[in-house]
């Protein structure tokens, strides 16, 4: 059974940071690509961050270029994400996914979401 659990979501000034992280189980995490998403209230879902799956290529939302960093560790099945100099309009519900393809981005298994509020 696969399984993507997000955490280390939370309430935030802007101006501040926190790390996400998810971590996988139930599959070969390092044959996948894995990304980033979020969504904001009343907003569409956003691919923020992705990671190629031995790590040396990622990509980034226009959003979030210089302020984002997504990586991984391979040998603990976690992905990351480094949010600096948060903005309130970061302020969505996050999700990893996991993906067969990079940079195309097919969306495989996804997490259930961790909720990052953004204070001005």
């Known amino acids: 059974q696969v399984q993507l659990i997000e955490s280390g979501g939370g309430l935030v000034q802007a101006g501040g940071s926190l790390r996400l992280s998810c971590t996988t189980s139930g599959l070969p995490f390092g044959s996948y690509a894995m990304g980033w998403f979020r969504q904001g209230p009343g907003k569409e879902r956003e691919r923020v961050a992705t990671i190629i799956w031995s790590g040396d290529g990622t990509r980034y939302a226009d959003s979030v270029k210089g302020r984002f960093t997504i990586s991984r560790d391979n040998a603990k099945n976690t992905v990351y994400l480094q949010m600096n100099s948060l903005k309130p309009e970061d302020t969505a519900v996050y999700y990893c996914?996991?993906?067969?393809?990079?940079?195309?981005?097919?969306?495989?298994?996804w997490g259930q979401g961790t909720q990052v509020t953004v204070s001005s």
């Open positions: 996914a996991t993906s067969l393809t990079w940079p195309a981005f097919s969306g495989g298994s």
